[in-house]
């Protein structure tokens, strides 16, 4: 079965440090995965995914996941963190039939001033 | 949340009664999705729709109904038999169903028991 795992409940860096959001996988077959970022009482918005090719993928916001497959993670990353970054990160894959999501249950994020 | 709407934002039931939750898009999507949302355990899939006329359940169904009459909209009813229904409720949508492609999601709906 399909699954992630993010191992952090809460990251907490300053701004203008780089930022590293865990995720890990377990997949039968390829793994299509996916970022999305929810601010407070809201929906969740798109960030990036990883279907092949390139094991760096750049997302929106200045946001980048780094695909590893021999360690089974798809961490985010980003080079610089801002205060707005600040919310709720999800990482998902694909159930095998394609026909879902399945997500860990997140990783909050807070950068300080 | 572009081209995805959920309403109301906020939603009050007593006991007892069933609620249905809206949700609409205008991307022409053809899959839908109603995800249910509890603080800690991320998203949990309720019922998907690949096309209209057409859904099936996903992981927890159970006191749940839908309906997918037109391809713009798939509303969600919770229903009295529904246990523990209070939680943040989201729609989404994709192209296809398929494991290329990602969601967009809708501003969600809270649900509030009584």
């Known amino acids: 079965a399909q699954s992630v795992a993010q191992p952090e409940d809460q990251v907490n860096v300053a701004e203008g440090n780089p930022l590293t959001v865990k995720c890990t996988y377990s997949?039968?077959?390829?793994?299509?995965l996916f970022w999305y970022v929810q601010y407070p009482n809201r929906g969740l918005q798109f960030l990036l995914k990883?279907?092949?090719?390139?094991?760096l993928v750049k997302g929106s916001y200045g946001f980048e996941a780094e695909f590893n497959k021999s360690q089974t993670s798809f961490h985010l990353k980003k080079p610089s963190a801002l205060v707005s970054d600040s919310a709720l990160y999800f990482c998902?894959?694909?159930?095998?039939?394609?026909?879902?999501?399945?997500f860990g249950k997140g990783t909050t994020l807070s950068v300080s001033s | 949340d572009g081209g995805i709407t959920q309403s109301p934002k906020y939603l009050f039931r007593k006991e007892g009664q069933n609620v249905t939750l809206s949700c609409e898009q205008n991307l022409n999507h053809d899959a839908m999705y109603w995800y249910r949302q509890d603080p800690g355990q991320g998203l949990r899939l309720i019922y998907y729709s690949q096309i209209v006329n057409d859904f099936q359940k996903g992981d927890i169904a159970e006191g749940y109904s839908v309906s997918r009459e037109k391809k713009e909209s798939f509303p969600l009813t919770v229903t009295s038999a529904q246990k523990n229904p209070t939680a943040f409720y989201l729609c989404a949508s994709s192209m296809t169903s398929g494991q290329y492609n990602e969601q967009f999601f809708g501003p969600g709906t809270r649900l509030t028991v009584l």
């Open positions: 998902a894959v694909h159930n095998q039939a394609g026909t879902a999501l399945i």
């Open positions: 990883y279907i092949t090719g390139d094991n």
């Open positions: 997949v039968s077959g390829n793994p299509y």
